[in-house]
């Protein structure tokens, strides 16, 4: 398999659920990013991971809860959300660049996974 | 802070005409541009992109040049095609920063 995958394609779930989505990349990449496409708004950043730690978190509700236990895997922890949270998530990845040069620091999405909370 | 703005859609076009998408930006350092395009009911694929002023990013028949004067990033292909309709976003990733900044996306439509 190639590129980024993200698993389940699409999710539904009550607001008293826990779920977790699941993001691969098999790009040999550093850095991983979450998401989120809602249909109001432009495409707004979660969650980077470079280097397997957190680097930035883009003030996301606790109810959101990534984890990165390997460069080439990343996960969204989901609990008590709200409707409001209903978006496509989307994970991407790059390979940021290192000292000593390497990397474009191009992103390359997945699929997403369709998430609705009823 | 940062800033990406794209002309609204969605653009409907009959297929073989030319196509612009205007992108203008707004960012404190020296920033990448990128234009990435979204089929129905998938993610975003990686279009074209330009690293510094003056390049020309090209794929597919698509084509934008990175114009720092005007702070431009206009999307263009001179004939297009039913399958090229998609939502087409475009997006800076400036000096030392990790999150793309998208625009809100324009929808393409080109009939037969």
């Known amino acids: 398999e190639t590129g980024v995958t993200q698993t389940p394609r699409h999710l539904v779930m009550g607001m008293t659920n826990k779920k977790s989505l699941k993001c691969e990349q098999h790009?040999?990449?550093?850095?991983m990013y979450w998401y989120k496409q809602s249909a109001k708004k432009p495409l707004e950043l979660m969650f980077v991971?470079?280097?397997?730690?957190?680097?930035e978190n883009n003030s996301v509700p606790s109810r959101f809860s990534p984890e990165c236990p390997n460069s080439s895997h990343l996960f969204l922890h989901l609990h008590t959300l709200q409707p409001e949270d209903s978006a496509l998530y989307l994970c991407?990845?790059?390979?940021?660049?290192?000292?000593?040069?390497?990397?474009?620091?191009?992103?390359?999405f997945g699929p997403g996974t369709r998430l609705t909370v009823l | 802070g940062d800033s990406v703005t794209q002309m609204e859609g969605p653009v409907t076009l009959s297929e073989e005409a030319f196509l612009t998408i205007n992108c203008t930006y707004t960012?404190?350092?020296?920033?990448?541009l990128f234009w990435y395009v979204q089929y129905p009911g998938e993610g975003l694929q990686l279009l074209l992109k330009?690293?510094?002023?003056?390049d020309k990013g090209s794929n597919k028949g698509f084509e934008a040049t990175y114009r720092k004067e005007t702070t431009s990033f206009h999307l263009e292909k001179g004939s297009v095609q039913v399958s090229d309709s998609a939502v087409y976003f475009c997006?800076?990733?400036?000096?030392?920063?990790?999150?793309?900044?998208f625009g809100s996306g324009t929808r393409l439509q080109v009939q037969p």
């Open positions: 330009a690293t510094k002023a003056d």
């Open positions: 991971y470079s280097l397997e730690e957190r680097v």
């Open positions: 790009l040999g990449h550093n850095a």
């Open positions: 991407a990845s790059s390979q940021v660049p290192l000292a000593g040069g390497g990397g474009t620091d191009t992103q390359y």
């Open positions: 960012a404190t350092g020296y920033p990448s």
């Open positions: 997006a800076l990733l400036d000096t030392g920063r990790r999150a793309l900044t």
